[in-house]
């Protein structure tokens, strides 16, 4: 089988390389309907995705339908308390099984033909079943397909479509330290207030992940607008101050502090009587970067993205995570989901405070999200052009990956692990992206049949 397609040959992915190495990104590669089908392939068919949080299965019999980029996935609890993830298409036809975002069931039955099956993906009811096909057809062999690989960190439920990878734990390595600070900080963990929100927004996948992951450096003219209205500070380097951590796998994170090395206010405005809780269930090393972070803002590749703020409302500052999924649906297109996290030993009342900040900045009617849509759909609008798209690179079509490139060094003192460059405004994380998107694609990309 030949891999590589149509307009995609060794040519220009020997000139893509050099360009990276320059600190420069061919634009073509933002919307390439061939190369969204290879990044389909070859990224999301073998590496870990995010499909949700144990506080959403609260009871045996809770449910979740998410999506694998195209594939329908299927999360239950079963009796046992354990999570399984299926394959949502009944086996008799391939019906989508289950289409509600969520709810609580004994078993699922296909509104097709009427199999059903159990809480472990058995099938235990066929209409009919030994008069249409008799005692000899063997139920056990027709039962929900389980993803191949699910795993659990810090109750986030990931799942794998390639069976030969690496474990979870291995693939995030290094995030995991950073993913303690903030997923476990607190007795009891984070929670899931409410559904995720979930809309579709003109972009492209790689260019919302990185936007979040890896470039604070857009917020003092992106989000201008928080400035104006007295909600972030008027220094043009806020969001810089701090370090990049890049990390294997192009995970990274960016630990905005400020000018003087500390938050205006300590643990992101938590409560003080949750402070000796996270001293408690962190290190020192975490203790002290909670203390003095203002912002938490990076993501786990490829389409996962985070930020832990501080956002208020009627002059109250508070904490939360929101987490985000870039669900690829197009060379331009993505649909975006939206989760509210917050410590589930937190007073009520913060909690509800807290989400009233979160409904302001993100999601669809956010005032940070409405900022940032508009970027991403003139990215890809551009992109389709000919000059854009112009694979020999004729028109001088690459972007400009060269912030800090040979000139800001790690800084060695740093307490986390990973690659910690002292500066935000840096394009460290994005290069790193870069990198491992084109080895991931490139893989075995130009074998060809009989070689």
Not at 132 to 145: A, C, I, P, Q, T
Request: aromatic share 12%.
């Amino acid at each position: 089988m030949q891999l590589f397609r149509k307009t995609l040959d060794e040519r220009a992915f020997q000139l893509l390389k050099e360009k990276m190495k320059q600190g420069l990104l061919p634009q073509w590669v933002v919307t390439d309907p061939d190369l969204y089908e290879l990044e389909i392939e070859k990224i999301y068919g073998h590496t870990w995705q995010f499909l949700g949080h144990e506080s959403e299965l609260k009871e045996p019999g809770s449910y979740l339908t998410r999506w694998m980029v195209n594939d329908p996935i299927l999360l239950v609890k079963n009796r046992n308390g354990e999570i399984n993830a299926y394959l949502n298409s009944c086996t008799h036809r391939g019906t989508q099984l289950c289409t509600a975002d969520r709810g609580n069931k004994k078993s699922f039955t296909c509104p097709y033909h009427g199999w059903s099956f159990n809480l472990d993906g058995d099938l235990i009811g066929i209409v009919a079943g030994n008069k249409v096909y008799g005692e000899e057809m063997d139920k056990s062999e027709w039962g929900l397909r389980k993803v191949p690989q699910i795993g659990i960190y810090q109750g986030m439920i990931f799942g794998n479509l390639d069976p030969n990878a690496e474990s979870l734990v291995d693939f995030l390595g290094d995030m995991r330290w950073y993913l303690d600070m903030m997923m476990g900080r607190s007795d009891g963990g984070m929670e899931v207030i409410g559904l995720p929100q979930r809309w579709v927004a003109k972009a492209n996948w790689k260019a919302t992940a990185e936007n979040f992951a890896a470039d604070p450096y857009h917020v003092q003219t992106t989000h201008r607008s928080t400035v104006e209205m007295g909600i972030s500070p008027e220094d043009p380097l806020y969001a810089g101050y701090g370090h990049q951590v890049v990390m294997d796998h192009a995970h990274g994170i960016n630990v905005i502090t400020s000018k003087t090395g500390q938050a205006r206010v300590p643990f992101q405005g938590t409560p003080e009587s949750m402070w000796p809780m996270f001293k408690k269930n962190v290190t020192l090393e975490q203790y002290d970067i909670l203390s003095r972070v203002t912002v938490f803002v990076g993501g786990v590749y490829p389409n996962l993205s985070f930020v832990s703020p501080i956002h208020g409302t009627e002059g109250h500052l508070h904490n939360y995570l929101n987490f985000r999924l870039w669900r690829p649906m197009g060379p331009d297109k993505v649909e975006v989901w939206c989760w509210f996290f917050i410590d589930k030993a937190a007073p009520k009342e913060y909690k509800e405070a807290a989400y009233k900040g979160y409904l302001g900045s993100f999601g669809p009617t956010g005032t940070l999200e409405q900022d940032d849509t508009e970027t991403w759909a003139r990215i890809v609008e551009v992109s389709s052009g000919l000059m854009m798209r112009d694979k020999e690179l004729s028109y001088n079509n690459v972007s400009n990956y060269l912030m800090g490139m040979n000139r800001i060094e790690p800084d060695e003192n740093f307490p986390g692990p990973g690659t910690a460059y002292p500066t935000c405004y840096l394009d460290a994380i994005s290069r790193k992206m870069h990198e491992e998107w084109l080895e991931l694609i490139s893989k075995d990309l130009f074998v060809k049949e009989g070689v």
